[in-house]
């Protein structure tokens, strides 16, 4: 019979190998400053978002200054220059749900944050919106789908993708997530909140601060934003992409030893209890 | 929208660099020790749990089923050095089903091509998936109740099976008959090739191992020990993982190495508790046992056809 000292030793051991590479993970980062476009004030802060082994999100602020009784909206997201491919679901024979066909979504951002001061609606009439590309029409107006269906199927299919990215916060709109404040000196800053999660793509990312007004809105300063991995994240990344056949013989290698050192081990344990 | 990372609690999430996404370490744990455990008792390699709960956490579908891979190399290498040490792997057996598995599954990646081009393939895979595991479970489930029960239809059942069948005749008169000493049976070294064949078809066309194909055909078609089953179907799983992840790291850049370290540290652990726990149990309590995870395993792909999705898109590759 094991002992529960012998079994605690055993799960110990067996924990070692990722430990390890946990405690491998802490390495130092080089420290980001803020960044100030020139021109207006728009800052982002952090300016680069380092994925490290223990990363799981990060809240960047945006900040700044806006003209007086002026509304704003900051935008973040990327060009969206490629596909995604998406799997349509849909009854077949009236019961059964199923994959019913696929179809690209192109010019489609891999990341959509917008804030906006007020309600969308408040900020400018449809035209305005799509023309400076804040809201989920105004990027459809933007993409394309292949095979192109009607009308009504490109919204409903655009607006399906939409929510799956809002379920992954890959796209968020956050009406009244800019919050404005007059400072002592009479200038109207503006800052706003937006949360990177963990699976945001490694890439670069544009910052807008659009400003709003009665005679409508205007990009009033831009920015970037760049997520990167470092330490041991970015180098088994950069082995995995770089080195395929070392980087798969190396896991085999690594996940033999530990299946056959744990059922060693658990062997030696059932033969000192015996 | 959240704005607060939760920076200041402690997190005990790690960034998975190839998924490109942060999971509960504990979780992953979890999962690794579950269905190692299941591994370790049954001789299945669990991809057919562990994937989908993966893709469920957010972990890409392709770097699921490549990372899964990976660490059911440790879970089935631990699982067959604890049976092999007991005695209970059938290596020549599962030498020549392996050698069948892996042209079977070349094959079977072409016959996947021809379902796709004639359309509907997913459908008809989903059909076929639950068709096998509805009639492979129902099968097991109510001849192993019989057999622990004793009850008369299963003694009418054992005397119908002392008379030989056509199968049984049809198998008999096949040339190049080998002893399997391990697994104590006679046949045609063509069985375990034939079988392998088909076993990695039909593994290749539902995108899975195929460790709970495996198992239900050594002990009804090969008439195998249970015992020996579970440590030979291990012993093939091996060697079929070994295979994948590496031709998934080197062709697809999918395998995340991190998350199969974790799963692994789990998975090891539970093969050895499952493979012990194997050894303590009777082949119809383990057949019966197997039958319930399978039958609890169509029942959900059932309810996947018939409750609607919240969301009608999916990305690719992610069923």
């Given amino acids: 019979m094991d002992t529960p000292k012998s079994s605690g030793a055993r799960v110990t051991f067996a924990m070692i190998t990722s430990a390890l590479v946990v405690a491998l993970a802490v390495v130092a980062a080089p420290s980001a400053m803020p960044q100030i476009t020139s021109g207006e004030q728009l800052l982002v802060d952090p300016p680069v978002v380092t994925a490290r082994l223990f990363y799981h999100g990060q809240t960047v602020r945006v900040s700044g200054a806006i003209p007086s009784g002026h509304e704003a909206a900051v935008v973040i997201s990327d060009q969206g220059h490629g596909a995604v491919a998406l799997k349509i679901k849909g009854r077949i024979w009236g019961v059964l749900w199923a994959n019913t066909g696929e179809v690209n979504l192109i010019s489609v951002p891999t990341l959509y944050l917008a804030a906006t001061s007020t309600d969308l609606s408040n900020l400018g009439d449809a035209a305005v919106l799509d023309h400076l590309a804040i809201g989920y029409d105004a990027l459809q107006s933007r993409s394309l789908m292949s095979p192109a269906g009607s009308p009504d199927d490109r919204h409903r299919l655009f607006m399906e993708f939409v929510k799956l990215q809002e379920r992954g916060e890959l796209y968020a709109i956050n009406e009244g997530g800019v919050h404005l404040e007059l400072d002592s000196s009479g200038d109207n800053r503006f800052s706003a909140d937006f949360f990177f999660p963990p699976d945001v793509p490694v890439g670069s990312y544009d910052v807008r601060l659009l400003t709003f007004a009665e005679d409508g809105g205007t990009l009033f300063a831009s920015s970037k934003i760049t997520v990167n991995q470092a330490g041991l994240a970015a180098w088994i990344s950069s082995l995995a992409r770089e080195r395929g056949l070392f980087y798969g013989l190396l896991s085999v290698i690594v996940a033999l030893a530990a299946g056959l050192i744990t059922g060693f081990v658990f062997d030696l344990g059932s033969k000192g209890g015996h | 929208m959240r704005a607060d990372a939760g920076g200041s609690q402690l997190d005990l999430s790690i960034y998975l660099p190839v998924a490109e996404n942060a999971v509960s370490i504990p979780l992953l744990l979890g999962l690794g020790g579950l269905v190692g455990f299941l591994s370790g008792m049954f001789g299945v390699g669990g ?79 989903h059909a076929t998936y639950v068709l096998m595991l509805g009639g492979v479970g129902s099968y097991m489930f109510f001849e192993s109740l019989g057999d622990l029960r004793g009850t008369r239809s299963s003694r009418l059942s054992k005397e119908r099976d002392a008379r030989p069948s056509i199968y049984a005749r049809l198998v008999g008169h096949l040339p190049w008959k080998v002893h399997f000493s391990r697994s104590n049976v006679t046949i045609s070294v063509l069985m375990p ?51 994948v992840t590496v031709l998934q790291a080197t062709v697809n850049h999918t395998v995340d190495f991190v998350l199969a370290l974790i799963l692994l540290t789990g998975s090891v652990v539970g093969a050895q508790i499952g493979a012990r726990v194997s050894e303590r149990l009777k082949g119809d309590q383990l057949k019966i046992l197997l039958a319930i995870i399978v039958l609890v395993v169509c ?5 996947g056809f018939l409750v609607a999705p919240d969301i009608l898109v999916g990305f690719k590759g992610g069923g």
């Fill in chain 2, 193 to 243: 090739l034939f079988l392998g064949v088909l076993v990695g078809v039909l593994a290749a066309i539902m995108g899975v191992g195929g460790g709970f194909i495996m198992v239900p055909i050594m002990v009804y078609l090969l008439r195998m020990p249970m015992h020996v089953v579970v440590g030979t179907s291990l012993f093939q799983i091996l060697f079929t993982c070994i295979n």
């Fill in chain 2, 299 to 303: 029942v959900q792909m059932l309810l």
């Fill in chain 2, 47 to 125: 991809g057919f749990l562990m994937t989908p709960l993966l893709i469920m956490i957010g972990i890409p579908p392709t770097v699921a089923c490549a990372s899964d891979s990976n660490q059911i190399v440790a879970a089935s290498a631990s699982g067959t050095y604890a049976h092999a040490k007991a005695g209970m792997v059938d290596f020549k057996m599962g030498t020549l089903m392996l050698i069948g598995g892996i042209a079977g599954g070349t094959l079977g990646v072409y016959v996947i091509k021809i379902l796709r081009a004639m359309g509907q393939a997913d459908l008809l895979i």
